[in-house]
């Protein structure tokens, strides 16, 4: 009986450490593409904020895409559950500026944020060496 608690335990443990480290891999794999060097601060209205979803448990990252002079822009900004604790939120037709890493994503342009402006607001997101705000103080 002792052994069956114990592997109920166990699995109760591994099923509540899985889902973190997935989305831990998929913040670790942007902040691998972060690239300091490829920094740069742009600006623009916001044509549509986007709610991706990643795996069976509905986790999702915020995305926006940015009309700027040059033209549209993908920005990844960061998962949904860590932008919705900001005090910034940000809508469609939004005019933000944007500092962060461009990129490459699926051979089209896109950059990751690191802080984004609007008006007065200022949110930031990653360190300058790219690391997220959201996985601890440690970043910070």
Do not use: C
Request: charge should be positive; charged fraction near 20%; avoid cysteine.
């Amino acid at each position: 009986m002792k052994a069956i608690v114990l592997l109920l335990a166990l699995a109760g443990a591994v099923a509540l450490v899985l889902p973190r480290e997935s989305m831990a891999q998929r913040a670790d794999a942007y902040s691998r593409l972060y690239d300091p060097n490829t920094v740069e601060t742009v600006s623009g209205r916001v044509l549509s904020v986007e709610h991706i979803v990643h795996g069976p448990r509905g986790y999702y990252g915020e995305h926006l895409v940015l009309s700027t002079h040059q033209g549209r822009l993908v920005v990844h900004l960061g998962p949904g559950w860590f932008m919705q604790k900001q005090a910034l939120q940000i809508k469609p037709h939004d005019v933000l500026t944007i500092t962060g890493s461009r990129v490459l994503l699926g051979g089209k342009p896109a950059l990751i944020a690191a802080r984004v402006t609007k008006g007065k607001e200022t949110v930031v997101l990653r360190n300058a060496q790219g690391l997220p705000m959201w996985r601890g103080s440690r970043y910070r």
